[in-house]
């Protein structure tokens, strides 16, 4: 509310005169004498014309007459409004009055003592000057006298004396021109005997709105209760009139130049009320932004401050809602740096000047709920810096986004009814990931079928890693990103699927298909770092806000984007509620966590003396640690059966250990559920690259993963990494000629899936597409064509997949004791001449499934191997030397019952035909 304006100070202000900035009384009261206190009688002050007008000149006779008279003096001012709302001259109750009000005089004129009026009248030019000294020397009320007659300078007042004729029921404002068009008498307009103040906004406020730089506009726009009634001030630019409709009562504020417009009604109380604003061609009837009270609660505020709030999304961002029984959108924002925060959209033609956000206590949120917007208006924010320079940002939370190169937020309510009921109520009673079957297939969205959408791809997607057997699809980052070339991995929209194939319930859709079809969906998360656009979140409101204010810890050495200030409780909280966020609106599975090894360390690819030791004098990133553990334990505790993983390189202690378990390193747990072996993927492949005859020589690099097998919950990775940039694709790596590369990849797969951990393969290696993955044109699809020549080799590499996944899935040997020692043994890991590797997986009952790979060109028949002594048979359940899968059919297909000699260290032995470049699977039989 805007206090009463010392006598003296009150600008002038009127349509043709905008200079708000004056506010010395003398000089503007001595100008022109005024007519209407000209002829207005000594001892009354004269009545305006207005309905306002005659409910103030009412009220300055109740003052003078005694309470007795209130009642009748109101009765008469109703009726003068009525009459003045059909265009007549309202009559005040007596004849001096009624000449008053053909004068049209001045709201606080009408509560002018009287003895100040006695010497207006008597010198009838002191209405003219209304000096400040004599008005001193009287009584308190006589103060605001001088403010009243400044401003009627050169008001309407001057302009009815000349014309003879009234402006339609113009309600007279204080210090400025008569400011509001009563046309229809208000059942409650009697005031209680107080001064009335002026409705118009002093310089101060008008600046910082014009700058937005106003930290509360709520508490200068928008009606308030004032001594006198109820002041109105609208801040519309362009706007050619403004007015004020509250049940019967139409009231037309004063244009305070500027675009700001402002009254003073007789109200008892502030009503609920709309505006009609005039422009060039049109008239736009809405609720008013600023008559509504704060949308977030106190609540939601305490928990954005402590760093706690776990469903952020609900608290800040566009949100479309009813607000005190109006629709509308509420916009939040985080900028605590800001001076000032403005909203811009579709819906104000991206001109923010009218709607100046609030900030909300010491939290650094800001606040505005806009009625009648609604859902597909684009928006952004302008945020007016530290240094008054201003910037226009997409909001961190949006959930919507447009389709990249554009970069503005979109008001969006999700209407997607889920189906997969069924399948979270098993993922949540289920048994947790590194004790389940796990295989993954992992694809790149956009490239997996160039063109299609969301719900396109919900058509194909599901039933392809159906029937490959899969257990989840991981997919590459789908948060919003600028940059295709980046695959996902630079994201500017951490709330909102990238809007190149569809809607965020489009998303949905597919998310929902892949769970009907019995398929988990993991997906990609980037929380290591973020790029430096300048309309996202790099310097959001002008200093480092969401990045480290140090520069040698926010500048990422690699990829040249900036790195999360993992330290300040706001943003590790924007980070742990993206994670719940995209578990519990898109029901995701799980999680892979990009880059933690960046994260983690300090000196991550910096040298000596671009990085500053901890507290401690170490390497170790503090911050991140917490950050990753905080997020692991909420998203673990909110979401029921998902699983977090981490693609770490290095050997950090505990990546998958509890969080409140603490390792010798004196850290606990980072609590992620598995755990991306990268060791084993280097080395094995490093090993498989080489020519047969010389693996001997790297043998150890199949076998060293053993060493540290059950250090952590693996996941093996043949990920979009290994196929890019030219690391060639995986049955390129391979050496030989065709058949050879072929039957090197399918003995791999067979050896991996085998292995202790999980597996994840990259989309088109299914099918041993010979080319490099682009992002550009996706997999070699046509290499499937049964019109292509080579047709059946591909079709023979997929087949032993779908086989693969399909025996794995049914032998728990595989899957269930991964992380567990006794589920594994060595049969022969020393057979470095031969380059042959055997061992077994057992299941929790101990029933085992013996895993052979011939990783030479050559066949091996009569191949002796040890072999348990309670096991009578075994049988061939897989050869990836089958004809099926394009190999050369040498095979086991009879029962093989083990004899009673021993063979490396075991009681007993069996004698197998190893095919060349081959993996073979047998159970008991």
């Known amino acids: 509310m805007t206090p009463p304006t010392p006598s003296g100070s009150e600008p002038k202000k009127t349509a043709k005169n905008k200079a708000a900035e004056k506010t010395v009384t003398k000089k503007a009261s001595a100008k022109k004498a005024e007519p209407v206190a000209r002829k207005a009688p000594a001892k009354k002050p004269g009545t305006g014309k207005t309905g306002v007008g005659a409910a103030a000149a009412e009220t300055?006779?109740?003052?003078?007459?005694?309470?007795?008279?209130?009642?009748?003096?109101?009765?008469?001012?109703?009726?003068?409004?009525?009459?003045?709302?059909g265009g007549g001259k309202a009559a005040a109750g007596k004849t001096d009055a009624?000449?008053?009000?053909?004068?049209?005089?001045?709201?606080?004129?009408?509560?002018?003592?009287?003895?100040?009026?006695?010497?207006?009248?008597?010198?009838?030019?002191?209405?003219?000057?209304?000096?400040?000294?004599?008005?001193?020397?009287?009584?308190?009320?006589?103060?605001?006298?001088?403010?009243?007659?400044?401003?009627?300078?050169?008001?309407?007042?001057?302009?009815?004396?000349?014309?003879?004729?009234?402006?339609?029921?113009?309600?007279?404002?204080?210090?400025?021109?008569?400011?509001?068009?009563?046309?229809?008498?208000?059942?409650?307009?009697?005031?209680?005997?107080?001064?009335?103040?002026?409705?118009?906004?002093?310089?101060?406020d008008r600046e910082r709105l014009l700058s937005a730089t106003h930290h509360d506009p709520h508490g200068v726009l928008g009606a308030h209760?004032?001594?006198?009634?109820?002041?109105?001030?609208?801040?519309?630019?362009?706007?050619?009139?403004?007015?004020?409709?509250?049940?019967?009562?139409?009231?037309?504020?004063?244009?305070?130049?500027?675009?700001?417009?402002?009254?003073?009604?007789?109200?008892?109380?502030?009503?609920?009320?709309?505006?009609?604003?005039?422009?060039?061609?049109?008239?736009?009837?809405?609720?008013?932004?600023?008559?509504?009270?704060?949308?977030?609660?106190?609540?939601?505020?305490?928990?954005?401050?402590?760093?706690?709030?776990?469903?952020?999304?609900?608290?800040?961002?566009?949100?479309?809602?009813?607000?005190?029984?109006?629709?509308?959108?509420?916009?939040?924002?985080?900028?605590?740096n800001a001076r000032g925060v403005r909203v811009a959209g579709t819906f104000n033609f991206w001109d923010p000047s009218a709607f100046a956000m609030r900030s909300l206590g010491g939290t650094g949120v800001w606040e505005l709920f806009v009625p009648g917007v609604g859902e597909g208006e684009l928006y952004k924010f302008e945020i007016t810096r530290p240094d008054g320079s201003k910037t226009l940002r997409a909001d961190p939370l949006a959930r919507r986004t447009e389709v990249p190169p554009n970069t503005s937020s979109i008001i969006h309510a999700s209407h997607h009814e889920w189906q997969?009921?069924?399948?979270?109520?098993?993922?949540?009673?289920?048994?947790?990931?590194?004790?389940?079957?796990?295989?993954?297939?992992?694809?790149?969205?956009?490239?997996?079928?160039?063109?299609?959408?969301?719900?396109?791809?919900?058509?194909?997607?599901?039933a392809y890693v159906k029937d490959l057997g899969f257990t989840h699809v991981e997919l590459m980052p789908v948060a919003e990103h600028p940059f295709g070339g980046s695959w996902g991995y630079q994201v500017t929209g951490f709330y909102a699927p990238t809007a190149r194939l569809g809607t965020p319930d489009d998303f949905k859709y597919l998310v929902d298909a892949l769970h009907q079809a019995g398929i988990g969906v993991l997906m990609d998360w980037v929380p290591a770092h973020f790029p430096r656009d300048d309309w996202a979140l790099a310097e959001f409101d002008g200093r480092p806000l969401y990045e480290h204010e140090d520069p040698l810890r926010s500048a990422h050495p690699d990829w040249g984007t900036l790195e999360f200030d993992y330290g300040r409780r706001e943003v590790r909280n924007f980070l742990v509620a993206n994670a719940v966020y995209w578990c519990e609106e898109f029901h995701i599975d799980g999680l892979r966590v990009d880059a933690v090894a960046s994260m983690l360390y300090l000196d991550y690819s910096r040298e000596p003396g671009q990085w500053v030791p901890n507290v401690h004098g170490g390497r170790e990133n503090l911050d991140a640690v917490d950050f990753l553990q905080e997020m692991n334990a909420t998203v673990y505790r909110r979401v029921p059966g998902v699983v977090t993983i981490a693609e770490e390189s290095t050997a950090w202690d505990g990546v998958t250990r509890a969080t409140h378990h603490m390792g010798p390193g004196g850290?606990?747990?980072?609590?992620?559920?598995?755990?991306?072996?990268?060791?084993?993927?280097?080395?094995?492949?490093?090993?498989?690259?080489?020519?047969?005859?010389?693996?001997k020589y790297h043998h150890h690099e199949m076998t060293f993963s053993m060493v540290y097998a059950y250090s952590e919950n693996y996941v093996l990775p043949i990920s979009h990494d290994e196929v890019v940039h030219g690391k060639r694709s995986l049955v390129s790596k391979?050496?030989?000629?065709?058949?050879?590369?072929?039957?090197?990849?399918?003995?791999?797969?067979?050896?991996?899936?085998?292995?202790?951990?999980?597996?994840?393969?990259?989309?088109?290696?299914?099918?041993?597409?010979?080319?490099?993955?682009?992002?550009?044109?996706?997999?070699?699809?046509?290499?499937?064509?049964?019109?292509?020549?080579?047709?059946?080799?591909?079709?023979?590499?997929?087949?032993?997949?779908?086989?693969?996944?399909?025996?794995?899935?049914?032998?728990?040997?595989?899957?269930?004791?991964?992380?567990?020692?006794?589920?594994?043994?060595?049969?022969?890991?020393?057979?470095?001449?031969?380059?042959?590797?055997?061992?077994?997986?057992?299941?929790?009952?101990?029933?085992?499934?013996?895993?052979?790979?011939?990783?030479?060109?050559?066949?091996?028949?009569?191949?002796?191997?040890?072999?348990?002594?309670?096991?009578?048979?075994?049988?061939?359940?897989?050869?990836?030397?089958?004809?099926?899968?394009?190999?050369?059919?040498?095979?086991?297909?009879?029962?093989?019952?083990?004899?009673?000699q021993g063979w490396h260290g075991r009681p007993a032995s069996i004698q197998l035909t190893l095919p060349p470049l081959a993996t073979v699977w047998l159970r008991p039989a």
Not at 745 to 765: I, N, T, V
């Open 60 to 85: 300055a006779r109740a003052v003078k007459a005694g309470a007795e008279k209130v009642g009748a003096e109101a009765a008469d001012a109703v009726k003068a409004v009525a009459k003045r709302s």
């Open 225 to 336: 209760p004032v001594p006198g009634g109820v002041a109105f001030r609208v801040f519309r630019p362009y706007a050619l009139g403004v007015t004020v409709v509250a049940e019967e009562v139409r009231a037309e504020l004063h244009d305070d130049g500027d675009g700001f417009f402002s009254g003073l009604l007789p109200l008892r109380e502030v009503p609920s009320y709309r505006l009609l604003i005039t422009y060039a061609e049109t008239v736009q009837e809405t609720e008013d932004a600023y008559a509504f009270l704060p949308a977030l609660g106190d609540l939601d505020l305490h928990l954005i401050g402590e760093g706690r709030h776990e469903q952020l999304w609900t608290a800040l961002g566009a949100q479309p809602m009813t607000h005190q029984g109006v629709a509308g959108t509420r916009f939040t924002v985080w900028a605590p």
């Open 420 to 462: 997969d009921q069924e399948w979270l109520a098993n993922r949540a009673a289920g048994a947790p990931a590194h004790e389940a079957p796990f295989s993954v297939y992992e694809i790149h969205l956009p490239s997996w079928r160039p063109g299609l959408t969301y719900r396109q791809l919900a058509e194909q997607l599901p």
């Open 734 to 900: 391979m050496p030989g000629d065709w058949w050879q590369q072929r039957a090197n990849l399918r003995a791999y797969l067979a050896f991996m899936w085998a292995h202790p951990g999980k597996q994840l393969l990259f989309m088109g290696q299914e099918f041993a597409q010979g080319a490099e993955w682009s992002e550009a044109h996706g997999p070699d699809w046509w290499l499937l064509d049964p019109a292509y020549g080579a047709e059946g080799d591909h079709r023979g590499v997929r087949d032993l997949v779908r086989d693969l996944n399909a025996v794995y899935r049914h032998t728990p040997a595989l899957w269930q004791r991964d992380t567990d020692p006794s589920g594994f043994q060595w049969i022969v890991g020393d057979a470095a001449e031969d380059n042959v590797f055997a061992f077994l997986r057992h299941d929790a009952d101990g029933s085992p499934l013996l895993s052979v790979s011939n990783l030479a060109p050559v066949v091996r028949p009569g191949y002796r191997l040890g072999a348990p002594d309670d096991v009578p048979a075994w049988l061939e359940t897989l050869n990836t030397d089958g004809a099926r899968y394009g190999g050369g059919d040498v095979t086991n297909p009879d029962v093989i019952k083990p004899d009673p």
């Open 667 to 695: 850290f606990g747990g980072l609590g992620f559920g598995l755990k991306w072996n990268m060791g084993w993927m280097h080395d094995s492949l490093d090993y498989m690259a080489h020519e047969p005859v010389h693996r």
């Open 98 to 204: 009624g000449k008053a009000v053909a004068k049209k005089a001045l709201v606080r004129e009408a509560a002018v003592d009287t003895s100040v009026v006695k010497k207006a009248a008597a010198k009838k030019a002191a209405a003219k000057k209304a000096p400040a000294k004599k008005t001193a020397a009287q009584k308190t009320a006589a103060k605001k006298t001088a403010v009243k007659k400044t401003a009627a300078k050169k008001s309407a007042v001057e302009e009815v004396a000349a014309k003879k004729t009234a402006a339609p029921a113009v309600a007279a404002g204080s210090a400025v021109e008569p400011a509001a068009v009563a046309e229809t008498a208000a059942p409650a307009a009697v005031q209680p005997p107080e001064t009335p103040v002026s409705p118009a906004l002093d310089a101060g």
